[in-house]
Each structure stands twice: as structure tokens, then as C-alpha cells.
């Protein structure tokens, strides 16, 4: 990770603590149906891979399932703990959390029901290598049959076709109990169609009820994006078969102007 004043440079921007509490600042939980129903149907042993702040896992852990979260970001996984340690002791005991690179984490404990990688986060991989190995070693912790939950962005054409320096206000939020608005907008800094790589230049500001802007952030990060069938092969080769593949988290069908593309994947071939 690189600084530069109020700019980062990084593979993945939650390196940086003042950017990983910004972004847990932001309220989304259009999707949490969706894992909370795979995780009843699977058993009660659930990992999540780049669980970031516990955006899906403490709600997993409160519905009553034992939660695996491994992220490689401490800043995440602070507020993560800090968000676990509000609950009972009950609670808490079905919780771990793990710092550990998803390509290459090694956890005693095998044999989950469910995985969830949510929110793209598999974008971060920006090598085709380190896509299969991540998969390979979510399939190595998955007892044969678990499920993995896999949440894609849909690269459509107009994304595609976004020339350098187009801009997309791309959240605004009043996060009341903090008492300031937090705004998101998103710039194309380049994209790369050989490599399948754009980079993007976020704008966080968090702005107080008078309209002073109290902080502002930017962070330049490579996202790599996945088409349909390549994530179809990528998940074959993993020892995965599809269950399912949705444009939206009521499992609505996939189609070209979806902007999810969600997998349900079964495994089904041991892995070594």
C-alpha cells in the first residue's frame, strides 16, 4: 500500500484504517436473506472469506450458526471484534475471526457446510492464478457437498465501455447514530481490456449536518471483473457444480442487463 496525502494506493483499500472505518459506515443488507436461508438449508457451520467488518457474519452468528471469518485486513477485523463483543457470550463463542490471505489460509477446522465470499470481493484477485487458488482452498475447508455462496459483479457493456474520468455518485448515506452524511463517488482512473483489470479511484467524504466536509479520502485500487462462463470454468476447475447462478439476491434469474451475478455452487470433487 502506497500514500500519498489524503491518497492511497493499494491493492485492496481496507489496509488503511481511517478507509475501512468509512466504509463500514455504509448500511447494506439486501443479501443477508439469501445467506441466511443457505445456511439453514446446509448446517450450521458457516466461513466467510474477506468478512471485512462482520457485515454478514454477525448476523449469522446471531441467527444461532458457528462462523468462521477470515479477512486480511486488520482494521476490518477490529471492528468485526468489536461488533462481536457487544453480543452475549453466547454468541461470541460461535464467532472466530482470522487474519489470513484468502489464497493461502490454512484452518485447522475443516469440513464447513457453507463458504460466502459476498459484495465482489473476489475482485480483488486481480491474477487468474490466484482466482483458482482461492477457490481451491475454499473447496479444501468445504465437507463434500457444502455449498459456496459467491457474489460476482455483472460486467455489463455500458461498465465496460466507461472512458477515464467518468464519475458515478456511487453512495450517499446519513449514518445518524455517527451524526455526519458519508458520500462515495467513483471515478475510472484506466481500464485494461486484455487484462480484464480497470482501476478505480474512490472519493470518500464525511460531511456533518451543516455541510462541512470533516474528512476525505481517496483510494486507487484494480478491480478484475469475470465474465459468465469464466466464472463457470474457474469454479469447475475448483471442484465445484453450479446449483444456481441469480442476477439478484431474491434469486431473481440472471439475464443481460442483471447487475449481480451470483453463484450457488456445490462441491462435488474432493480436493487435494
Request: charged share 25%; net charge negative.
Given at each position: 500500500?502506497?500514500?500519498?496525502?489524503?491518497?492511497?494506493?493499494?491493492?485492496?483499500p481496507w489496509g488503511d484504517e481511517q478507509l475501512a472505518g468509512l466504509y463500514d459506515a455504509f448500511s447494506f443488507?439486501?443479501?443477508?436473506?439469501?445467506?441466511?436461508?443457505?445456511?439453514?438449508?446446509?448446517?450450521?457451520?458457516?466461513?466467510?472469506?474477506?468478512?471485512?467488518?462482520?457485515?454478514?457474519?454477525?448476523?449469522?452468528?446471531?441467527?444461532?450458526?458457528?462462523?468462521?471469518?477470515?479477512?486480511?485486513?486488520?482494521?476490518?477485523?477490529?471492528?468485526?471484534?468489536?461488533?462481536?463483543?457487544?453480543?452475549?457470550?453466547?454468541?461470541?463463542?460461535?464467532?472466530?475471526?482470522?487474519?489470513?490471505?484468502?489464497?493461502?489460509?490454512?484452518?485447522?477446522?475443516?469440513?464447513?457446510?457453507?463458504?460466502?465470499?459476498?459484495?465482489?470481493?473476489?475482485?480483488?484477485?486481480?491474477?487468474?492464478?490466484?482466482?483458482?487458488?482461492?477457490?481451491?482452498?475454499?473447496?479444501?475447508?468445504?465437507?463434500?457437498?457444502?455449498?459456496?455462496?459467491?457474489?460476482?459483479?455483472?460486467?455489463?457493456?455500458?461498465?465496460?465501455?466507461?472512458?477515464?474520468?467518468?464519475?458515478?455518485?456511487?453512495?450517499?448515506?446519513?449514518?445518524?447514530?455517527?451524526?455526519?452524511?458519508?458520500?462515495?463517488?467513483?471515478?475510472?482512473?484506466?481500464?485494461?481490456?486484455?487484462?480484464q483489470v480497470r482501476v478505480i479511484r474512490s472519493i470518500y467524504e464525511r460531511i456533518d449536518t451543516h455541510g462541512?466536509?470533516?474528512?476525505?479520502?481517496?483510494v486507487e485500487w484494480p478491480y478484475r471483473w469475470t465474465h459468465r462462463f469464466e466464472a463457470e470454468h474457474l469454479?469447475?476447475?475448483?471442484?465445484?457444480?453450479?446449483?444456481?447462478?441469480?442476477?439478484?439476491?431474491?434469486?431473481?434469474?440472471?439475464?443481460?442487463?442483471?447487475?449481480?451475478?451470483?453463484?450457488?455452487?456445490?462441491?462435488?470433487?474432493?480436493?487435494?
Amino acid at each position: 500500500m502506497a500514500q500519498d496525502g489524503a491518497l492511497v494506493r493499494a491493492e485492496q483499500p481496507w489496509g488503511d484504517e481511517q478507509l475501512a472505518g468509512l466504509y463500514d459506515a455504509f448500511s447494506f443488507d439486501g443479501d443477508l436473506s439469501l445467506y441466511l436461508e443457505l445456511a439453514a438449508a446446509q448446517g450450521q457451520r458457516v466461513l466467510e472469506v474477506a468478512c471485512g467488518s462482520g457485515r454478514v457474519l454477525v448476523p449469522l452468528v446471531q441467527s444461532g450458526f458457528g462462523v468462521v471469518g477470515v479477512d486480511i485486513s486488520p482494521h476490518m477485523l477490529a471492528i468485526a471484534r468489536a461488533k462481536l463483543q457487544d453480543l452475549p457470550a453466547a454468541m461470541q463463542e460461535r464467532a472466530e475471526l482470522v487474519k489470513g490471505d484468502m489464497r493461502t489460509f490454512d484452518l485447522p477446522r475443516r469440513e464447513f457446510d457453507l463458504a460466502v465470499v459476498a459484495v465482489k470481493s473476489f475482485a480483488y484477485l486481480t491474477e487468474r492464478s490466484d482466482q483458482v487458488a482461492t477457490l481451491v482452498n475454499i473447496a479444501r475447508h468445504l465437507r463434500d457437498g457444502g455449498v459456496l455462496a459467491i457474489d460476482f459483479m455483472h460486467p455489463r457493456l455500458d461498465w465496460l465501455g466507461a472512458a477515464n474520468g467518468t464519475m458515478k455518485d456511487d453512495l450517499l448515506q446519513t449514518v445518524r447514530e455517527r451524526g455526519f452524511t458519508l458520500s462515495r463517488v467513483e471515478s475510472v482512473v484506466s481500464t485494461d481490456l486484455a487484462r480484464q483489470v480497470r482501476v478505480i479511484r474512490s472519493i470518500y467524504e464525511r460531511i456533518d449536518t451543516h455541510g462541512a466536509v470533516l474528512e476525505k479520502r481517496f483510494v486507487e485500487w484494480p478491480y478484475r471483473w469475470t465474465h459468465r462462463f469464466e466464472a463457470e470454468h474457474l469454479l469447475e476447475r475448483a471442484g465445484f457444480e453450479i446449483d444456481g447462478l441469480y442476477g439478484g439476491y431474491e434469486r431473481e434469474p440472471f439475464t443481460s442487463g442483471s447487475a449481480t451475478m451470483l453463484f450457488v455452487a456445490r462441491k462435488t470433487q474432493p480436493v487435494r
